[in-house]
């Protein structure tokens, strides 16, 4: 989570070009929404038992448990023509890369609705459980949550493609998940009926990407001052208890 905005503030200050960042977890971890309660949505006596850790986004958007999946982050300047963009029209335009990255593995996926009514994620806290844009569907089950934050001079979205999904993991850790039957959440596994491997993956996002979205891609590692910022946030704000707990 530094390291995503430490990529923001460094490509809203003109120091990095826009920024596609893909990554994995190392154990299953759980995420909050920058608004959302800490009492809400999340059994912290299951997270403890089980060893799951749980962090605070800089981003909205309700409680996720990343696990088996590909995780992305897009970082980019906001003066210049994504700033003329609503929060909706920047959301639209990015997942549009996602709905790339899919139709690649094969797989026909569509927006979620923008109706304004509270979906089941906004009673339960739970992110999965929201199907209203910007969730990606698959047969009208949601296989990608993701969120968006802006500051004065970038936008910052992120999110989670599933690759598999541990319901009885989700129902351990979140009282909201559904108990009488498979939740409206599907993963790559289930409707491709294999597990698509990291390069397959990353090759997919990519070519999206720069066909759908931001044009050709450069890989690239951290800049030394990306690296010193992430640590600094790490230190002051993600790897706190104060700002994990502060609501």
């Excluded at 759908?212 to 010193?228: D, F």
């Amino acid at each position: 989570m530094a390291v995503d905005e430490a990529i923001a503030s460094a490509v809203g200050e003109g120091a990095v070009g826009p920024t596609l960042r893909l990554y994995g977890w190392l154990r299953p971890t759980v995420s909050l929404g920058f608004l959302q309660r800490g009492s809400v949505g999340v059994d912290r006596g299951a997270c403890r038992r089980r060893g799951i850790p749980v962090v605070r986004r800089i981003t909205g958007g309700r409680a996720v448990l990343h696990g088996e999946e590909l995780t992305y982050s897009v970082a980019l300047p906001l003066h210049g023509p994504w700033g003329e963009l609503s929060v909706a029209e920047s959301f639209r335009a990015l997942n549009g890369g996602l709905l790339g990255m899919l139709r690649r593995l094969g797989v026909a996926a569509t927006l979620g609705s923008c109706g304004s009514a509270e979906a089941a994620g906004g009673q339960s806290g739970l992110c999965f459980l929201a199907r209203r844009m910007p969730a990606i569907l698959v047969a009208g089950r949601k296989l990608i949550g993701s969120a968006q934050r802006r500051a004065a001079s970038w936008l910052l979205q992120h999110g989670s493609v599933l690759v598999e999904l541990d319901e009885t993991l989700h129902r351990d850790l979140f009282p909201g998940w559904p108990r009488g039957g498979a939740a409206e959440v599907t993963c790559l596994r289930e409707i491709l009926g294999r597990r698509p491997g990291g390069e397959e993956l990353i090759a997919a996002m990519g070519g999206a990407w720069e066909a759908e979205v931001g044009g050709p891609l450069h890989p690239g590692r951290l800049t030394p001052g990306e690296r010193q910022e992430a640590l600094r946030l790490m230190e002051c704000r993600y790897a706190t208890a104060s700002w994990t707990w502060q609501r």
